[in-house]
């Protein structure tokens, strides 16, 4: 059973950049064929999808949010990263990570994290 867990900072100050992690356990980041995303949901809204790194390493990001995502990850630590940076108010809500179906890039997902609140105020 793939399990995911999100961490990082649950309170951040505008204009810094948020970083968090998701942990997985249960099946490695390199599976072939297989991508992992970053979700968020704000309060009252839905669901949005803010970028994928694949089992290659390759990343995409959503167009709204390019400019100020960055996602990694550490093979040793089956762990990837968001960085999202110079986050507003805005940019509060509940995050995200998810395994993808496999062969599909972004859009379905079959794992997730139990979800972890970023709330951005001074």
């Known amino acids: 059973q793939v399990q995911l867990q999100e961490s990082g900072p649950g309170l951040v100050k505008p204009s810094q950049t948020l970083s968090l992690t998701c942990t997985v356990s249960g099946g490695s980041i390199t599976t072939s064929y297989v991508a992992w995303s970053w979700i968020r949901q704000p309060p009252g809204k839905g669901l949005e999808w803010m970028g994928v790194?694949?089992?290659?390493?390759?990343?995409s990001s959503s167009p709204s949010l390019k400019s100020r995502t960055s996602i990694s990850r550490d093979t040793s630590k089956n762990q990837f990263t968001l960085q999202l940076s110079s986050v507003t108010p805005e940019d509060t809500a509940v995050y995200y990570c998810?395994?993808?179906?496999?062969?599909?890039?972004?859009?379905?997902?079959?794992?997730w994290g139990q979800g972890t609140q970023v709330t951005v105020s001074s």
């Open positions: 790194i694949a089992y290659d390493g390759s990343t």
């Open positions: 998810a395994r993808g179906i496999r062969g599909t890039y972004y859009g379905s997902y079959n794992y």
